[in-house]
Nanobody, 120 residues
Framework: QVQLVESGGGLVQPGGSLRLSCAAS????????MGWYRQAPGKQRELVAV???????DYADSLKGRFTISRDNTLNTVYLQMNSLKPEDTAVYYC??????????????WGQGTQVTVSS
C-alpha cells in the first residue's frame, strides 16, 4: 500500500503564508505526478497545483503567482508554498499522487487532507 501524509495546515491571517508538505510512503517504486487539490465547504474539489514527473508544474489559473509547488523526488515529498493567503483560500487541502508500487502495480492515492483556514 501507498500512504500520503500531509502536514502544515493551520490558521493564518489574510496576507500570511503557509507551507504544506505531503510525503508518500509504503511500497512506492516510482511516482508520476504529485499534486494538491482543495475542497471548500459546499464546493467541489478543485485542482490547486500539480508537479509532473518531468518536473513541469501546472497551476490553477487563479492561483498563479501566489502558490508554488515543488517536489523532492529523493524523499517522495511534494510541497505547496502558499503566499498572500485570502479568506477564499480556506479549504481542506488534499495531496494526490500516482505511480507504481514495488510490485509494479499502479497506485493512485489521496491523502487524508489538511485544513487551511485564512481568517483574522
Amino acid at each position: 500500500q501507498v500512504q500520503l501524509v500531509e502536514s502544515g495546515g493551520g490558521l493564518v491571517q489574510p496576507g500570511g503564508s503557509l507551507r504544506l508538505s505531503c510525503a508518500a510512503s509504503g511500497i512506492v517504486f516510482s511516482i508520476n505526478h504529485m499534486g494538491w487539490y482543495r475542497q471548500a465547504p459546499g464546493k467541489q474539489r478543485e485542482l490547486v497545483a500539480v508537479m509532473w514527473g518531468g518536473g513541469r508544474p501546472d497551476y490553477a489559473d487563479s492561483l498563479k503567482g501566489r502558490f508554488t509547488i515543488s517536489r523532492d523526488n529523493t524523499l517522495n515529498t511534494v510541497y505547496l508554498q502558499m503566499n498572500s493567503l485570502k479568506p477564499e483560500d480556506t479549504a481542506v487541502y488534499y495531496c494526490k499522487a500516482d505511480g507504481a508500487t514495488t510490485t509494479f502495480a499502479h497506485f493512485d492515492s489521496w491523502g487524508q487532507g489538511t485544513q487551511v483556514t485564512v481568517s483574522s
